[in-house]
T-cell receptor, first 112, second 112 residues
Framework: NAGVTQTPKFRILKIGQSMTLQCTQD?????MYWYRQDPGMGLKLIYYSVGAGITDKGEVPNGYNVSRSTTEDFPLRLELAAPSQTSVYFC???????????FGPGTRLTVL | KQEVTQIPAALSVPEGENLVLNCSFTDSAIYNLQWFRQDPGKGLTSLLL?????REQTSGRLNASLDKSSGRSTLYIAASQPGDSATYLC???????????FGTGTSLTVIP
């Protein structure tokens, strides 16, 4: 099993551009999560999904959108990139709400 | 809102020493608590998950304990090795929100 994979690993965007961060898991997990990690701060939850077709906001959802059309994939969309979205983005998955979370390797995004 | 604190932010110990990392949380109504390891520039690796009904979990040289009433968890690392050098993060799940809340981590350096 590959676990949780994320693409791209690195990306530089200009202000106002848009992009999609990809996340795929092959563990048949129902729950998937998107976090951002800023220096000196704990991980903050952006959005999460409890199954295909069901998504919900986390702590810091503004400026992002998600969709979950399949169990495996949970892409994160940035519509109008802003410097405040410079961060490392992690995708995670888990069997259920009370189960372990497994993380992908992250995407390092810089908005200039 | 759940607040998770990890003190100290950084710790250096000589190889072979036993050590304890601390994690505090403000809302004792948690479902579980998970400990992670993060190497520089990498994703998070799950170490241990303690359910709210458990008091401790062990894996190899690692032992994690949970005391919900005092809002504390500890990660005990026995006979530390240079390869243990990393940042250790704890995350509390539940409380007032159905999500994991992360601490900012303790950066551990084990000196050969």
């Amino acid at each position: 099993n590959a676990g949780v994979t994320q693409t791209p690993k690195f990306r530089i965007l200009k202000i106002g551009q848009s992009m999609t961060l990809q996340c795929t898991q092959d563990m048949n997990h129902n729950y998937m999560y998107w976090y951002r990690q800023d220096p000196g701060m704990g991980l903050k939850l952006i959005y999460y999904s409890v199954g295909a077709g069901i998504t919900d906001k986390g702590e810091v959802p503004n400026g992002y959108n998600v969709s979950r059309s399949t169990t495996e994939d949970f892409p994160l969309r940035l519509e109008l990139a802003a410097p405040s979205q410079t961060s490392v983005y992690f995708c995670a998955s888990g069997r259920g709400s009370y189960n372990e979370q497994f993380f992908g390797p992250g995407t390092r995004l810089t908005v200039l | 809102k759940q607040e998770v604190t990890q003190i100290p932010a950084a710790l250096s110990v000589p190889e072979g020493e036993n050590l304890v990392l601390n994690c505090s949380f403000t809302d004792s109504a948690i479902y579980n608590l998970q400990w992670f390891r993060q190497d520089p520039g990498k994703g998070l690796t799950s170490l241990l998950l303690i359910q709210s009904s458990q008091r401790e979990q062990t894996s190899g040289r690692l032992n994690a304990s949970l005391d919900k009433s005092s809002g504390r968890s500890t990660l005990y690392i026995a006979a530390s090795q240079p390869g243990d050098s990393a940042t250790y993060l704890c995350a509390a799940h539940g409380g007032t929100g159905n999500q994991f809340y992360f601490g900012t981590g303790t950066s551990l350096t084990v000196i050969p």
